[in-house]
């Protein structure tokens, strides 16, 4: 019995391994009639160390009760639960696969099949494809140059173009004292043209207007008087610092649909602007002067050109959707419409403002254009080509994935409604609705994402994918723990993140994955590749600084004249003076050492209250301003409140 025993190197083998187990401590396994000790681990086992140990598959009981164990400290019911859900993300033992079975195929298939038919050869294939390319190319040249051609208003020449947010002043005190660095004042006019959808260009940084601070709105001060209807649009009073274009749309001027041009005229200055509502914009009152102001020339005769993005949209949409329809490899599908859609954002739809002519124009898309392509051939390698590969439902991929593209690249206008401008904590503090937005998108992606995991885990790829995520993340906290700077995440790399969960063939992820590289598309042509780790002052923008404000005393007043007294801080300050804005314009500045720190207003227009905010200055830098204290038509001094403006 020990002879035969000893002789079988199977039964060596076993007993020389179970030794081991005994003098680790483990238990002593019974044997019932067989010399070998042959056990099998449960079904579906999700430990790897059973598959390599050379007896085959280790029991869990019997692994996890050796000295050799260092999870021990772990409490049962937590191991249990862990190699359950460890076990569960593999997913089925056999994967299933997913792709889309086309309703209709032979439908959805007939535009490839008729290709197939009538030009069988591949060079004939690609002699009708440049054809086609060659095509869109001149249709939207033509379209571009005659859109881009501001055409001739008589008696003023052509029209300037200008983008949604020009003016003729600076907010603080960068018009300098007495607005002299932004004259002229008056008899001056020019000849403008403005694009289309100007109305959704808001402030994104607090504006102060008087006492009003004005923020995520429109910037339009003044108007038509209410109780003068019968006005003629030249009668139409303007701030200088109003959004000229968005004014010219609340005069009736040019359509924010198309754009158009005019021509307005300065005015000098006028006291009194009213708030009216007109074709969509609510103007903002002031009830004191402002040394610039302007109106539109009525009744002029021209042959401008309206702004023709929806005509190139519908010329671009329509060339994407017959190759979408009749093109069944990725490879030619997926680097046109990239292509097509990125030109149209940057040249059409969402135009960056940096310039307004199209030679520089175009010059700044082809240099974003690059750097997109490349990283677009990357994800096209690991998201596209697998999604796509295969692919015969050809109607399914126009509507959905192609549909969804469109909605990405035209986010200005899709996705205009959120009212969420930047991802920043100050931003959703202060935007109203913004928070609330932000919890049913991030609701939103949470039951996206739980779809895409269940069907990753059908296909056994959830560990691989739960992985990279995990580096994402990673990167993400490193990314918000630097010092000194600021995460902000940008459409494109909103994208980026994304994009590796859409590679799946089922028809949620063909939306899905043609919205987010959409977004692509329109963050990278719009902004470029802006970087993801900001400054706080590139963040702020020309938002608050929050630095030191002056402590201002109203030493004196009466009806007609009113004294402020002042201190600076103490001498190690980096300010040397203060900035004083009388209506929204530096009327006085005064450095240590030019005489008393204190000053005699006197009030310029009977009967008309002014409004005064003060700030420090180093050089000709102005600091933060205070908000406005108001000087009453009565002499009363009404103090500003605390805090910046």
Same mark, same amino acid.
């Given at each position: 019995?020990?002879?035969?025993?000893?002789?079988?190197?199977?039964?060596?083998?076993?007993?020389?391994?179970?030794?081991?187990?005994?003098?680790?401590?483990?238990?002593?396994?019974?044997?019932?009639?067989?010399?070998?000790?042959?056990?099998?681990?449960?079904?579906?086992?999700?430990?790897?160390?059973?598959?390599?140990?050379?007896?085959?598959?280790?029991?869990?009981?019997?692994?996890?009760?050796?000295?050799?164990?260092?999870?021990?400290?772990?409490?049962?019911?937590?191991?249990?639960?862990?190699?359950?859900?460890?076990?569960?993300?593999?997913?089925?033992?056999?994967?299933?696969?997913?792709?889309?079975?086309?309703?209709?195929?032979?439908?959805?298939?007939?535009?490839?099949?008729?290709?197939?038919?009538?030009?069988?050869?591949?060079?004939?294939?690609?002699?009708?494809?440049?054809?086609?390319?060659?095509?869109?190319?001149?249709?939207?040249?033509?379209?571009?140059?005659?859109?881009?051609?501001?055409?001739?208003?008589?008696?003023?020449?052509?029209?300037?173009?200008?983008?949604?947010?020009?003016?003729?002043?600076?907010?603080?005190?960068?018009?300098?004292?007495?607005?002299?660095?932004?004259?002229?004042?008056?008899?001056?006019?020019?000849?403008?043209?403005?694009?289309?959808?100007?109305?959704?260009?808001?402030?994104?940084?607090?504006?102060?207007?008087?006492?009003?601070?004005?923020?995520?709105?429109?910037?339009?001060?003044?108007?038509?008087?209410?109780?003068?209807?019968?006005?003629?649009?030249?009668?139409?009073?303007?701030?200088?610092?109003?959004?000229?274009?968005?004014?010219?749309?609340?005069?009736?001027?040019?359509?924010?649909?198309?754009?158009?041009?005019?021509?307005?005229?300065?005015?000098?200055?006028?006291?009194?602007?009213?708030?009216?509502?007109?074709?969509?914009?609510?103007?903002?009152?002031?009830?004191?002067?402002?040394?610039?102001?302007?109106?539109?020339?009525?009744?002029?005769?021209?042959?401008?050109?309206?702004?023709?993005?929806?005509?190139?949209?519908?010329?671009?949409?329509?060339?994407?959707?017959?190759?979408?329809?009749?093109?069944?490899?990725?490879?030619?599908?997926?680097?046109?419409?990239?292509?097509?859609?990125?030109?149209?954002?940057? /040249?059409?739809?969402? %135009?960056? &403002?940096?310039?307004?002519?199209?030679? !520089? *124009?175009?010059?700044?898309? +082809?240099?974003?254009? $690059?750097?997109?392509?490349?990283?677009?051939?990357?994800?096209?390698?690991?998201?596209?080509?697998?999604?796509?590969?295969?692919?015969?439902?050809?109607?399914?991929?126009?509507?959905?994935?192609?549909?969804?593209?469109?909605?990405?690249?035209?986010?200005?206008?899709?996705?205009?409604?959120?009212?969420?401008?930047?991802?920043?904590?100050?931003?959703?503090?202060?935007?109203?609705?913004?928070?609330?937005?932000?919890?049913?998108?991030?609701?939103?992606?949470?039951?996206?994402?739980?779809?895409?995991?269940?069907?990753?885990?059908?296909?056994?790829?959830?560990?691989?994918?739960?992985?990279?995520?995990?580096?994402?993340?990673?990167?993400?906290?490193?990314?918000?723990?630097?010092?000194?700077?600021?995460?902000?995440?940008?459409?494109?790399?909103?994208? /980026?993140?994304?994009? %590796?969960? &859409?590679?799946?063939?089922?028809?949620? !992820? *063909?939306?899905?994955?043609? +919205?987010?590289?959409? $977004?692509?598309?329109?963050?990278?042509?719009?902004?470029?590749?802006?970087?993801?780790?900001?400054?706080?002052?590139?963040?702020?923008?020309?938002?608050?600084?929050?630095?030191?404000?002056?402590?201002?005393?109203?030493?004196?007043?009466?009806?007609?004249?009113?004294?402020?007294?002042?201190?600076?801080?103490?001498?190690?300050?980096?300010?040397?003076?203060?900035?004083?804005?009388?209506?929204?314009?530096?009327?006085?500045?005064?450095?240590?050492?030019?005489?008393?720190?204190?000053?005699?207003?006197?009030?310029?227009?009977?009967?008309?209250?002014?409004?005064?905010?003060?700030?420090?200055?180093?050089?000709?830098?102005?600091?933060?301003?205070?908000?406005?204290?108001?000087?009453?038509?009565?002499?009363?001094?009404?103090?500003?409140?605390?805090?910046?403006?």
């Amino acid at each position: 019995m020990d002879t035969s025993r000893n002789n079988n190197p199977e039964s060596t083998a076993g007993y020389g391994d179970l030794s081991r187990w005994e003098q680790e401590g483990g238990p002593e396994p019974s044997t019932s009639g067989s010399s070998t000790l042959q056990v099998r681990s449960r079904a579906g086992s999700t430990d790897l160390e059973d598959s390599h140990h050379p007896d085959g598959p280790i029991p869990v009981w019997l692994r996890e009760s050796s000295k050799s164990f260092h999870w021990k400290w772990v409490p049962y019911p937590v191991r249990h639960f862990a190699r359950a859900l460890i076990g569960w993300t593999k997913g089925p033992d056999r994967p299933q696969m997913q792709k889309i079975t086309p309703f209709f195929p032979y439908v959805q298939t007939a535009p490839v099949r008729l290709i197939a038919r009538y030009f069988p050869k591949p060079i004939h294939k690609a002699a009708l494809l440049v054809l086609f390319l060659f095509s869109w190319l001149l249709t939207f040249s033509l379209v571009l140059h005659h859109s881009a051609s501001a055409g001739n208003i008589k008696g003023y020449g052509k029209p300037q173009p200008i983008w949604c947010g020009a003016s003729y002043w600076s907010g603080g005190n960068s018009c300098g004292l007495n607005g002299n660095r932004c004259r002229p004042f008056d008899n001056s006019n020019l000849a403008f043209r403005c694009p289309a959808n100007c109305k959704a260009v808001h402030v994104l940084t607090p504006h102060a207007v008087g006492a009003q601070e004005i923020n995520y709105k429109p910037f339009v001060i003044g108007g038509p008087a209410e109780n003068y209807p019968s006005q003629s649009i030249s009668d139409y009073m303007y701030r200088g610092d109003s959004f000229l274009c968005q004014a010219a749309i609340h005069a009736g001027v040019v359509s924010n649909q198309r754009g158009g041009c005019g021509v307005v005229k300065l005015t000098g200055s006028h006291t009194n602007f009213t708030s009216t509502v007109r074709n969509g914009i609510q103007s903002i009152p002031f009830d004191a002067s402002f040394p610039k102001s302007f109106s539109f020339v009525s009744g002029l005769s021209s042959d401008c050109t309206k702004d023709l993005r929806w005509p190139l949209l519908a010329v671009t949409v329509i060339f994407t959707t017959i190759l979408s329809l009749c093109t069944a490899s990725p490879a030619v599908f997926f680097p046109i419409v990239f292509t097509l859609l990125f030109f149209h954002v940057g /040249l059409v739809s969402d %135009p960056p &403002t940096t310039t307004s002519d199209y030679a !520089s *124009l175009s010059s700044l898309i +082809i240099g974003r254009f $690059l750097p997109a392509a490349f990283v677009a051939a990357v994800f096209y390698r690991y998201t596209v080509k697998p999604q796509q590969r295969d692919l015969d439902a050809y109607f399914e991929r126009t509507i959905l994935w192609l549909g969804g593209a469109w909605v990405g690249s035209l986010n200005n206008y899709t996705f205009d409604f959120i009212p969420i401008q930047r991802l920043t904590p100050s931003d959703l503090a202060a935007q109203p609705g913004a928070r609330l937005a932000l919890v049913i998108i991030v609701v939103l992606l949470i039951s996206i994402a739980l779809g895409q995991i269940y069907y990753l885990r059908l296909e056994g790829r959830l560990p691989k994918y739960l992985g990279i995520y995990a580096i994402f993340v990673t990167f993400l906290i490193v990314c918000v723990i630097v010092p000194t700077l600021n995460l902000r995440i940008h459409h494109y790399f909103l994208a /980026l993140l994304l994009l %590796p969960g &859409t590679r799946l063939q089922t028809r949620p !992820s *063909l939306l899905y994955q043609g +919205i987010l590289v959409g $977004l692509f598309i329109n963050g990278t042509a719009r902004w470029g590749f802006d970087s993801i780790l900001q400054t706080t002052a590139a963040l702020r923008g020309d938002g608050p600084l929050h630095s030191l404000l002056p402590n201002i005393t109203a030493v004196a007043t009466t009806a007609s004249n009113i004294t402020f007294a002042w201190k600076l801080p103490r001498l190690d300050s980096a300010y040397d003076g203060i900035s004083v804005l009388v209506n929204d314009v530096e009327r006085h500045r005064w450095y240590d050492g030019e005489g008393e720190p204190q000053k005699t207003f006197y009030r310029a227009h009977d009967y008309e209250k002014e409004y005064f905010r003060f700030a420090y200055v180093s050089g000709s830098r102005a600091a933060d301003f205070t908000k406005a204290g108001v000087w009453e038509s009565t002499g009363e001094w009404r103090k500003m409140e605390t805090g910046p403006s």
